[in-house]
């Protein structure tokens, strides 16, 4: 299986980064990602394999079976390995 293309999209400001931090209202969320309000997403957390350098707030996104899912870099770890918040179509 190939790995799957991370594009950055975006980087957060520090009080966008919280919505996601603190409360994970997906209203907020979506608005600000760029996600149509009736779409149905989750918001989660997870280890991921970004495969490029990542900074803190960078926002990727990555197209799998035809839905877009995004990942707010929470901490990088490595050039390979971030954690991030992950947002992901229900």
Same mark, same amino acid.
């Given at each position: 299986?190939?790995? =799957? %293309? &991370?594009?950055?999209?975006? /980087?957060?400001?520090?009080?966008?980064?919280?919505?996601?931090?603190?409360? !994970?209202?997906? @209203?907020?969320?979506?608005?600000?990602? !760029?996600?149509?309000? @009736?779409? @149905?997403?989750?918001? !989660?957390?997870?280890?991921?394999?970004?495969?490029?350098?990542?900074?803190?707030?960078?926002?990727? @996104? *990555?197209?799998? /079976? !035809?839905?877009?899912?995004?990942?707010?870099? =929470?901490?990088? %770890?490595?050039?390979?390995? *971030?954690?991030?918040?992950?947002?992901?179509? &229900?």
């Amino acid at each position: 299986m190939n790995d =799957i %293309i &991370m594009e950055k999209v975006m /980087q957060l400001n520090e009080t966008q980064f919280r919505l996601f931090a603190k409360n !994970g209202k997906t @209203k907020e969320i979506k608005s600000i990602l !760029g996600i149509p309000e @009736k779409e @149905k997403y989750a918001i !989660g957390d997870s280890m991921v394999k970004v495969n490029k350098v990542t900074l803190p707030n960078d926002v990727l @996104k *990555a197209t799998w /079976q !035809g839905k877009d899912r995004y990942y707010v870099v =929470i901490n990088p %770890i490595d050039e390979v390995m *971030a954690f991030c918040y992950s947002v992901y179509p &229900m």
